[in-house]
């Protein structure tokens, strides 16, 4: 069993900024830990892909968030994060961390990122 635990989330004005922390009860220094993810709901909408990285730090972005946010991770602090930029209304959602760890999938609780002025 594998618990991720969110946090940095909060409210912020537009074109503010957040970082988001996962913090993972198992190693993540292991090509057996790929990919990871950040994924988001918004009120009424279904749950979507933001960014992810592989094992080999490869990473990739939704289009509506390349530029803007990024992705990484710590294997020495078994943390991934997500750096948010230049933050519009519309990336106000739920943010939940997910992480493949040999070949299950884990998902954190979430945390709930409001964007506005």
């Known amino acids: 069993q594998v618990q991720m635990v969110e946090s940095g989330g909060g409210l912020v004005q537009p074109g503010g900024s957040l970082r988001l922390s996962c913090v993972c009860s198992r190693s993540i220094f292991s090509i057996n830990v790929s990919p990871m993810a950040w994924y988001r709901q918004a009120p009424g909408k279904e749950r979507e892909l933001v960014a992810a990285?592989?094992?080999?730090?490869?990473?990739n972005y939704a289009d509506s968030v390349k530029g803007r946010f990024t992705i990484s991770r710590d294997g020495g602090k078994n943390t991934m994060y997500l750096q948010m930029n230049s933050l519009k209304p519309e990336d106000t959602a739920v943010y939940y961390c997910n992480g493949n760890f040999y070949g299950m999938d884990y998902w954190g609780k979430g945390t709930l990122v409001t964007v506005s002025s």
């Open positions: 990285i592989t094992s080999g730090d490869s990473t």
